[in-house]
C-alpha cells in the first residue's frame, strides 16, 4: 500500500471507519515490528511496544499530517514506547537492586528491631545464601558484610570490575528467585 492510499486510509479511520485501521496495522506492522526489533532486540516485548505505538497512534491521529509518512511516524512513536520501556525497566531495576543490598546487609544483623514480617524474610534469605556456591558467598560476604565496591571486589577475586558486576547481578537473581520460591504468597523483595 503506498503513502497515498494509507492516507485514504487514515482519513476512512478519522470519519469512523475502524475497519480501515485494521487495514492500516496490518500493511504496515511487518515494517514496525522488524523496527522494534532491530532497536529492542527482545522478541518478548515487540508485540506490547508494537500495541502501545497503534494505540497512541489511533488515540492520535489527529497530529498526523497527510501526505507525510505514517510508517515514519509510527517508528517515532516506537522509538520512544522503546525508550520510556528501557528507562521504567532500568528505574525498576535500581529501585530492587536498592532493595535487595538493603535487605543482603541486613544478612549480618542480628535481627533486633526488625519487624517480624522481616524477620521472616531475612531467615528464608539466609536459608538461599547458605545455598550458594563457595564464591558466590564469598563475593556477597565481600561486597554486603565488609561493604567492598565493585573495583576492590575485584582485586580480591583476581577478576575484572566488569566481571564482579556481573557476577553480582547473577547472584542476586539467583537469591531473588529462591526468595520468590519460598515465599510465593507474599512475592519477593516486597
Known amino acids: 500500500m503506498q503513502d497515498t492510499q494509507i492516507d485514504r486510509q487514515i482519513e476512512r479511520v478519522r470519519n469512523g471507519d475502524l475497519a480501515a485501521y485494521a487495514e492500516v496495522v496490518r500493511e504496515t506492522q511487518d515494517r514496525l515490528r522488524a523496527y522494534i526489533l532491530w532497536l529492542l532486540p527482545n522478541a518478548g516485548l ?15 491521529l489527529d497530529k498526523y499530517a497527510a501526505g507525510t509518512n505514517l510508517l515514519a511516524w509510527l517508528k517515532t512513536i516506537a522509538r520512544f514506547r522503546v525508550l520510556n520501556r528501557a528507562q521504567s525497566c532500568a528505574a525498576q531495576a535500581r529501585r530492587e537492586k536498592r532493595y535487595f543490598d538493603e535487605w543482603v546487609a541486613g544478612y549480618t544483623t542480628d535481627g ?15 536459608g538461599c545464601m547458605e545455598q550458594l556456591p563457595g564464591k558466590s558467598l564469598e563475593i556477597v560476604k565481600l561486597r554486603y558484610q565488609d561493604d567492598f565496591d565493585s573495583a576492590r571486589l575485584a582485586a580480591a ?25 519460598k515465599l510465593p504468597a507474599e512475592g519477593a523483595l516486597s
Not at 508485540?47 to 497512541?56: P, S
Not at 577475586?157 to 520460591?181: F, P, T, Y
Open 46 to 60: 515487540v508485540d506490547d511496544i508494537a500495541q502501545d505505538t497503534y494505540i497512541y497512534a489511533y488515540q492520535n
Open 157 to 181: 577475586q583476581n577478576k575484572s570490575a566488569s566481571a564482579i558486576r556481573v557476577s553480582l547481578m547473577r547472584i542476586r537473581e539467583q537469591l531473588r528467585r529462591c526468595v520468590e520460591k
Open 112 to 126: 533486633r528491631d526488625m519487624p517480624e514480617r522481616q524477620m521472616d524474610r531475612l531467615a528464608v534469605l539466609r
